[in-house]
């Protein structure tokens, strides 16, 4: 069965440092996302991304987020400078047309 | 108002129970109703979805129960087994699946063996 992939699944890095978050989605699929989730916490969306930009955006997405899709495969996140408070699971998700929203196994980040 | 709640926070049932978890919420724009399993270190996974024209759907051991008035929906897991042990999040979203997921709260959920 298909799969969303994820890399790497940890990542520690240092406050104020850039991070990529990688995500292969499945392969038909048209809407990509990201949603992150803190320890203990629900799931959050970050942002969705359709025919090659930006669908949707919540008030966690500011501008040290961005989202890119640099070849018909790969869908990555980057956060520019990191703060503490990003340390959380980031999940991508990805969906053909109105069908179910396929979570990747996730990227646990931790900033130091 | 794009809140969806979620209880209860964890549920500790005996194998062979009957699980319940319920959800709330206000905006009457939200028309896709999921609920999603998750397992430790794993990303969400789909378990079953609603949508609110129907009031009940059922796959296997699994339920959704949906009130549209009350703006309310609930899972109900019968025959409840140990594997089942998890954390379930009820999620809703507006115009269709394709629009961004609202997550409830979480419930841990624990079947005593």
Known sequence: EPEVTQTPSH????????????CVPISNHLYFY?????????????????????????????????????????????????????SAMYFCASIWLQET????????LLVL | QQQVKQ????????????????????NTAFDYFPWYQQFPGKGPALLIAIRPDVSEKKEGRFTISFNKSAKQFSLHIMDSQPGDSATYFCAASPSGSARQLTFGSGTQLTVLP
Not at chain 2, 7 to 26: F, T
Request: a negative charge; glycine letters at 8%.
């Open chain 1, 11 to 22: 990542q520690v890095t240092q406050m104020g440092q850039e991070v990529i978050l990688r």
């Open chain 1, 34 to 86: 990201w949603y992150r989730q803190i320890l203990g916490q629900k799931v959050e969306f970050l942002v969705s991304f359709y025919n090659n930009e930006i669908s949707e955006k919540s008030e966690i997405f500011d501008d040290q987020f961005s989202v890119e899709r640099p070849d018909g495969s790969n869908f990555t996140l980057k956060i520019r400078s990191t703060k503490l408070e990003d």
């Open chain 1, 101 to 108: 929203q396929y979570f990747g196994p996730g990227t646990r």
């Open chain 2, 7 to 26: 209880s209860p926070q964890s549920l500790i049932v005996q194998k062979g129970g009957i699980s319940i978890i319920n959800c709330a919420y206000e």
